[in-house]
């Protein structure tokens, strides 16, 4: 289903005209290239008259495909049909594919013709700079580099623009009724974060609370699995100032003051890239797909030494659970769980140490904050 949203342009300056068609961006990051094309739905005759074979060829190859050679993704899921920038109507259509790949990306343009095509491309992350000399070298086209903050930040403003289904969300944490009634039993953020639990109990813990029956996992000692997770819906407007956690290659912590007003204020070298790279390093897997797909089916449990293993049960003196994290992929210094841990597993361990180090850099600094956006 098809939703029109509008963008008004505001710049004033006619010498400023929309640039002619193919309208690309790109943004070439340290793991993954990121690539956004305005495919046009109100091309006039005369425009379709003019637009010649090359850049009819690219507009049909572009959007009659989902996947481009070995590597290459587009993401359907993330379309947004039916938009209108400036006064042009179209789709906006999202592909990926490795950073490795950029030069064969850029042979592929060549063997395509693009280079008979005059337009320009708006860049941004590292490899804007990194692969500007090959790519204009090759291809007669304007690169025109933004930094990738500042196009971040404009992004978030964009999508809020158009987000009239406030698609946004955040998740009320609620503690299920339980027969244990100990002190350590309760509930709190900190436990529910470092928390390591089997995809096979939170399911079963998602589910139960979807259809409001009560099961086996709502006593389990698995703080995720003590809780209710309603999810509600957050119109994202008036929030200044708030925090942006950009999770790319590495991770950047912003504080967002307004449109036009922000800086760094924290960040890591785990993120992204050190998943994938960990996942490939442990797992032999190749992909980011690959790797989430054996993450999504691990058991983190026989990775990581938790608060049982070394306390037998709950610390109950600091009110923590077993089942949270004292050690990631502390267990893998015993020869016997090495052998028993799978590549599911390794892949799961390797998300969670990534994401547990990531929402406690963001709570941290959400404590000092007044909002969090992921």
């Known amino acids: 289903?098809?939703?029109?949203?509008?963008?008004?342009?505001?710049?004033?300056?006619?010498?400023?005209?929309?640039?002619?068609?193919?309208?690309?961006?790109?943004?070439?990051?340290?793991?993954?290239?990121?690539l956004v094309y305005f495919e046009p739905l109100d091309l006039s005759k005369e425009e379709e008259f003019k637009e010649g074979d090359i850049l009819r060829t690219i507009r049909h190859y572009l959007v009659g495909n989902t996947a481009y050679g070995d590597t290459g993704v587009r993401d359907v899921d993330l379309e947004i049909k039916s938009i209108r920038i400036g006064d042009r109507l179209g789709n906006l259509h999202f592909i990926r594919f490795?950073?490795?790949?950029?030069?064969?990306?850029?042979?592929?343009?060549?063997?395509?013709?693009?280079?008979?095509?005059?337009?320009q491309v708006y860049a941004t992350g590292g490899g804007a700079f990194k692969f500007e000399s090959v790519v204009t070298e090759n291809l007669n086209l304007h690169w025109v580099k933004c930094d990738e903050l500042d196009m971040l930040i404009e992004g978030v403003e964009f999508l809020n623009k158009i987000n009239n289904q406030n698609e946004c969300y955040y998740f009320n944490i609620e503690a299920k009724k339980t027969l244990d009634?100990?002190?350590?039993?309760?509930?709190?953020?900190?436990?529910?974060?470092?928390?390591?639990?089997?995809?096979?109990?939170?399911?079963?813990?998602?589910?139960?609370?979807?259809?409001?029956?009560?099961?086996?996992?709502?006593?389990?000692?698995?703080?995720?699995?003590k809780c209710n997770f309603i999810k509600q819906s957050y119109a994202f407007k008036n929030t200044y100032p708030y925090i942006l956690v950009n999770i790319g290659s590495g991770v950047s912590v912003l504080l967002v003051k307004s449109e036009n007003e922000y800086k760094?204020?924290?960040?890591?070298?785990?993120?992204?890239?050190?998943?994938?790279?960990?996942?490939?390093?442990?797992?032999?897997?190749?992909?980011?797909?690959?790797?989430?797909?054996?993450?999504?089916?691990?058991?983190?449990?026989?990775?990581?030494?938790?608060?049982?293993?070394?306390?037998?049960?709950?610390?109950?003196?600091?009110?923590?659970?077993?089942?949270?994290?004292?050690?990631s992929f502390g267990n893998m210094n015993v020869r016997e769980r090495r052998e028993q841990a799978t590549r599911e597993d390794l892949a799961r361990a390797t998300l969670q140490t990534i994401l547990n180090n990531v929402g406690l850099i963001a709570r941290d600094c959400a404590k000092n904050y007044v909002f969090l956006f992921f």
């Open 264 to 327: 760094r204020v924290s960040g890591s070298s785990i993120g992204g890239g050190t998943f994938l790279g960990l996942c490939c390093l442990l797992t032999g897997c190749n992909t980011y797909e690959e790797a989430i797909d054996l993450a999504t089916k691990g058991d983190s449990t026989k990775v990581d030494k938790l608060v049982r293993d070394i306390y037998g049960g709950d610390y109950s003196k600091f009110s923590l659970p077993g089942d949270i994290v004292a050690s």
């Open 181 to 225: 009634k100990s002190p350590s039993n309760s509930i709190n953020f900190d436990s529910v974060l470092s928390s390591s639990c089997t995809s096979e109990s939170l399911s079963s813990s998602v589910s139960s609370s979807a259809s409001g029956t009560s099961t086996d996992s709502d006593y389990t000692t698995c703080p995720l699995t």
């Open 98 to 119: 490795p950073t490795n790949q950029m030069e064969n990306f850029i042979d592929l343009c060549v063997k395509r013709k693009f280079y008979q095509l005059c337009f």
């Open 1 to 34: 289903m098809s939703h029109e949203f509008e963008i008004d342009s505001n710049v004033s300056n006619e010498s400023l005209r929309p640039p002619d068609f193919p309208w690309f961006g790109i943004d070439v990051g340290g793991t993954l290239v990121k």
